[in-house]
Nanobody, 117 residues
Framework: QVQLVESGGGLVQAGGSLRLSCTTSVNIHSLSSMGWYLERPGKQREFVARITVLGEPHYADSVKGLFTSSRNTNENAIYLEMNSLEPEDTGTYVC???????????WGHGARVTVSS
């Protein structure tokens, strides 16, 4: 089973920045992609960003130019740098991994981010 552990959440004022980390228990190269989803009360989980096994980032339109996805293959970790945060960015950011080779998807427990106005 793939384990994903997030860190880096917290409380920040509007306009501030946070950096989230997600470490996987397996070799990151064994995964097709890893990414981030946002959970907010009363709303469906929504895609935020993803980085492929080739290191190519993809973003939701709402965060393009504001958030940056990166990875450290030596640490089997991905990161999400979030800038110019707004109160609507508040929620739980959940790390996701997907392997196309065995059609497997795994989720972390999430990192709570609160942006105050």
């Amino acid at each position: 089973q793939v384990q994903l552990v997030e860190s880096g959440g917290g409380l920040v004022q509007a306009g501030g920045s946070l950096r989230l980390s997600c470490t996987t228990s397996v070799n990151i190269h064994s995964l097709s992609s890893m990414g981030w989803y946002l959970e907010r009360p009363g709303k469906q989980r929504e895609f935020v960003a993803r980085i492929t096994v080739l290191g190519e980032p993809h973003y939701a339109d709402s965060v393009k130019g504001l958030f940056t996805s990166s990875r450290n293959t030596n640490e089997n970790a991905i990161y999400l740098e979030m800038n110019s945060l707004e109160p609507e960015d508040t929620g739980t950011y959940v790390c996701n991994s997907y392997s196309q080779w065995d059609n497997r998807e795994d989720w972390g427990h999430g990192a709570r981010v609160t942006v105050s106005s």
